[in-house]
T-cell receptor
Framework: SQQGEEDPQALSIQEGENATMNCSYK?????LQWYRQNSGRGLVHLILIRSNEREKHSGRLRVTLDTSKKSSSLLITASRAADTASYFC???????????FGAGTTVTVRA | GAVVSQHPSWVICKSGTSVKIECRSL??????MFWYRQFPKQSLMLMAT?????????EQGVEKDKFLINHASLTLSTLTVTSAHPEDSSFYIC??????????????FGEGSRLTVL
């Protein structure tokens, strides 16, 4: 079942700017993951953050997790046109790999 | 990284026919695969969990007789949409869990299969 909500639904930025999107969830989790989906394609795993972690970096990506607020954020720095895609957060409640996906944020990076 | 292949990538069929979608893990063994459904501009909804050598576990509201899942080997799971109707038209995506990456939590996704039922 879907338990994540993402904000904003859509985001349009200029190349070189940073993009920030947020995800809120309802139940306790073991980990939270972010995925990217290009239009009409499958999902690509970006980053996973565990419930005992607060922040994680991977290249131009920065993810934060606040379990007290049941929320996470994904920051993409120095965005590129190739970052244009939909971004989904997904929560794993019991480490059984059954992911519940958020509604997604559609990011458009203008050249 | 691990590669998951889905086939066909798109299929058009007549109402009442059955369609089979394959999900293969190409360079790893997957004891568990997951099938999702995605409507246009919406999120992914988990349909079922496919376990090698045993029956699939379906999520609430998903008809097991309508969406037949078979996971006969460690590298292949199939989803058969039986007696398809226009409302079954959707984007179906599979994902697989790599046994070698047991502690990472990462899933590997196929490219998806777009089904259009006329």
């Amino acid at each position: 079942s879907q338990q994540g909500e993402e904000d904003p639904q859509a985001l349009s930025i200029q190349e070189g700017e940073n993009a920030t999107m947020n995800c809120s969830y309802k139940t306790s989790i073991n980990n939270l993951q972010w995925y990217r989906q290009n239009s009409g394609r499958g999902l690509v795993h970006l980053i996973l953050i565990r419930s005992n972690e607060r922040e994680k970096h991977s290249g131009r990506l920065r993810v934060t997790l606040d379990t007290s607020k049941k929320s996470s954020s994904l920051l993409i720095t120095a965005s590129r046109a190739a970052d244009t895609a939909s971004y989904f957060c997904a929560t794993d409640q019991s480490d059984d790999y059954k992911l519940s996906f958020g509604a997604g944020t559609t990011v458009t990076v203008r050249a | 990284g691990a590669v998951v292949s889905q086939h066909p990538s798109w299929v058009i069929c007549k109402s009442g026919t059955s369609v089979k979608i394959e999900c293969r893990s190409l360079d790893f063994q997957a004891t568990t695969m997951f099938w999702y459904r995605q409507f246009p501009k919406q999120s992914l909804m988990l349909m079922a969990t496919s376990n090698e050598g045993s029956k699939a576990t379906y999520e609430q509201g998903v008809e097991k007789d309508k969406f037949l899942i078979n996971h006969a080997s460690l590298t292949l799971s199939t989803l058969t949409v039986t007696s398809a109707h226009p409302e079954d038209s959707s984007f179906y995506i599979c994902s697989a869990r790599d046994q070698r990456a047991e502690n990472t939590g990462e899933l590997f996704f196929g490219e998806g299969s777009r089904l259009t039922v006329l």
